[in-house]
């Protein structure tokens, strides 16, 4: 198939979830679990079709399923600023403008950078929909729905393991129109998620045991570094950073963590882990030919990324201010200025987006972020706090080493968890109201 036939494909699909999402109030919040297995299902036995070349519109067309979830709870509830999220709306306006102004101001790339800066500015909407959404859903919805996202991202890790060990696939990337790194970077999303699966009681321990497994194999098999860093730290900081302080809790969830540390590994220096452990090897080698100042660098795979992180620094330097211009058109025509080789950026979120928006667009967005951090430590469930302080933690170390950060369902995500202070705080808010005197 071609990608506009597979274009074509992916918006019907995208139609009929629209239209099952619209039938009843739970269709709705379950079709984001469905829109994760329409890009996973009907393409369980093809191989990478490529993330970059999948796109129609200069949109990917993984995301329409996404965009269709979205849509449906538009045209059901609409958009509403409730006061608690104020601040957070004064941010995205102003970050919002920001964007726009710089964009115009790139006049040569203005039409080549619409789908970007307009995907940028949509997820900043799905938000603020998404969390008045949830505010309004009672908790076993919600719960259902995260454990449907488990379940869903099992059965896709179960046919990327089996794509792998039969030889349909290079890797076990199982979202062939995603990269690995991409995929990897939802598991390990997914991993503190059914870490909240099992302490709310959705899942057994012996099945929460077999899924996890299942989920570090899966990563393993992709042969992410990324994904491998970000599996352990997630379930570390979900399991201990973020825990109850209490001594037996915590030595029980240490356990485990140590038991998990152990499996993994055991399975890193198996035969099975053969892939990413040579990725990991290939910093070694690098590091001894770059002490050695050898001439043939270049010819190492890993060193390419030093070197696009290197440029990201000079672009900084060059548009400190205001940065290049939203978009990857922008960015490459500032390498291009500088007379910097190879169309690549720096595969690390902090110094790309700080070369595109420059201090003033950057430091809005990371204030942006860090209210995002506030409003779930507000969340007084536990659990809800764990799961989404961990989540955003581990989001922020691994965009140490990507670019994912805009991917729209992160942003579902950031919704849900804003929905769930919310909601904390509306009952908060009326049970005290409840109390006489």
Request: include cysteine; hydrophobic fraction near 50%.
């Amino acid at each position: 198939m071609t990608k506009f036939a597979y274009g074509i494909v992916y918006l019907v699909f995208s139609l009929i979830l629209f239209c099952w999402a619209r039938k009843r109030r739970k269709n709705l919040l379950y079709a984001f679990p469905m829109a994760f297995m329409l890009i996973i299902i009907p393409l369980a036995f093809v191989d990478y079709l490529g993330g970059d070349d999948m796109k129609l519109g200069g949109i990917p067309i993984s995301f329409f399923p996404f965009f269709s979830f979205l849509l449906a709870i538009f045209f059901k509830h609409k958009i509403k600023i409730n006061k608690y999220f104020l601040t957070l709306f004064h941010f995205t306006a102003m970050i919002s403008f920001y964007i726009l102004f710089t964009w115009i101001l790139n006049t040569s790339t203005l039409l080549k950078t619409i789908p970007y800066v307009g995907m940028f500015l949509m997820n900043f909407m799905f938000l603020f929909l998404v969390a008045h959404f949830v505010s309004k859903l009672k908790k076993d919805t919600i719960n259902t729905m995260f454990l449907k996202l488990v379940q869903i991202t099992q059965i896709g890790a179960i046919i990327g393991i089996v794509k792998f060990l039969t030889g349909l696939s290079s890797s076990a990337n199982f979202i062939p129109m995603m990269n690995r790194n991409g995929t990897a970077f939802w598991m390990v999303l997914a991993s503190i998620i059914l870490c909240y699966a099992r302490e709310k009681s959705m899942i057994s321990k012996q099945n929460f045991i077999v899924t996890n497994i299942v989920f570090l194999v899966c990563i393993i098999f992709i042969g992410s570094r990324m994904g491998i860093i970000g599996y352990f730290m997630g379930q570390y900081f979900y399991t201990i950073f973020y825990s109850n302080k209490k001594r037996n809790t915590i030595s029980k969830k240490r356990t485990a963590f140590i038991f998990s540390i152990i499996l993994g590994i055991c399975l890193l220096f198996s035969p099975l882990g053969g892939t990413v452990v040579s990725r990991f090897s290939d910093l070694g080698v690098l590091y001894k030919a770059m002490k050695a100042n050898e001439s043939n660098l270049y010819q190492l795979r890993s060193y390419k990324r030093i070197v696009y992180l290197q440029q990201g620094l000079e672009l900084i330097k060059a548009h400190f201010w205001f940065g290049t211009g939203p978009g990857l058109h922008n960015y490459l025509k500032g390498k291009e200025k500088l007379n910097l080789p190879f169309k690549g950026k720096s595969h690390n979120f902090f110094i790309s987006y700080f070369a595109e928006l420059g201090l003033i667009g950057f430091s809005l967005l990371m204030c942006l972020m860090l209210h995002l951090h506030h409003i779930f430590k507000k969340n007084g469930i536990q659990e809800e706090r764990k799961l989404f302080l961990s989540i955003w933690m581990i989001v922020m170390i691994m965009s140490l080493f990507n670019e994912y950060f805009f991917q729209v369902y992160i942003w579902i995500i950031w919704g849900i968890g804003c929905g769930l202070s919310l909601k904390y705080y509306k009952e908060k808010a009326s049970a005290n109201k409840l109390q006489p005197g």
